[in-house]
């Protein structure tokens, strides 16, 4: 009954570092995404994936990729860590109902800081 | 371009008060609404829905009706316990892709 999983939970990086945030479903869902929180600004779209080998930018892609090899795993890569990426991010996966997406499932996130 | 607007918080509120979290929306075509939980240092929680216009969702005591003649979600809930206390987001299906554009969020303090 896992869902949507990401890992690693917390995460401190130094400016200039990069690295990986991991995420995978086990519900077979086409439709993946990352969005990072930040007070007051909800939460934004970094990218999106629509099924495997397809992905596409969201609202805030800068600074980020992604890539989507399988259906379960969608990894978001940050390049050259930046302080104004500190924040929390979640990954969520999603299906094609009647007429389009519906109901999105979340991870329970990462919060990463950069010093 | 498509958008939620919610109200500011923090709201506060004394256990069985009556909630209410104004929601409204812009978008093209005919979106799918929801309202999303997300307790303290926890993930994002479905709860609630609508598909169509004068759709009421509802769970845990909470509902909204879909209104397109207004575009409005608003959240209410009649009775609140302590337990309800944490961050809500409206927020909309904009296309076909699962993408979600959520409103900032309002965070609900519920006091014994």
């Known amino acids: 009954n896992a869902g949507v999983t990401q890992t690693p939970k917390f995460q401190v990086l130094k400016t200039g570092q990069s690295m990986t945030l991991q995420c995978a479903q086990d519900m077979n869902h086409e439709y993946m995404s990352w969005y990072r929180q930040d007070p007051g600004m909800g939460l934004r779209l970094i990218h999106y994936s629509v099924g495997a080998g397809i992905t596409d930018q969201g609202e805030v892609p800068n600074g980020y990729n992604v890539s989507r090899s399988t259906t379960e795993d969608f990894p978001l890569r940050l390049l050259s860590a930046a302080p104004s990426q500190t924040s929390v991010y979640f990954c969520?996966?999603?299906?094609?109902?009647?007429?389009?997406?519906?109901?999105?499932?979340f991870g329970q996130g990462t919060r990463l800081t950069v010093v | 371009g498509n958008s939620v607007t919610q109200m500011e918080g923090p709201v506060t509120l004394s256990e069985e008060a009556f909630l209410t979290i104004n929601c409204t929306y812009t978008a093209t075509g005919y979106p799918s609404l929801f309202w999303y939980v997300q307790y303290p240092g926890e993930g994002l929680q479905l709860l609630l829905k609508?598909?169509?216009?004068?759709d009421k969702g509802s769970n845990k005591g909470f509902e909204a009706t879909y209104r397109k003649e207004t575009t409005s979600f608003h959240l209410e809930k009649g009775s609140v316990q302590v337990s309800d206390s944490a961050v809500y987001f409206c927020?909309?299906?904009?296309?076909?892709?699962?993408?979600?554009?959520f409103g900032a969020g309002t965070q609900v303090v519920v006091t014994p």
């Open positions: 969520a996966s999603s299906y094609s109902g009647g007429g389009g997406g519906t109901e999105a499932f």
């Open positions: 927020a909309l299906f904009t296309d076909s892709w699962g993408k979600l554009q």
């Open positions: 609508a598909t169509k216009a004068d």
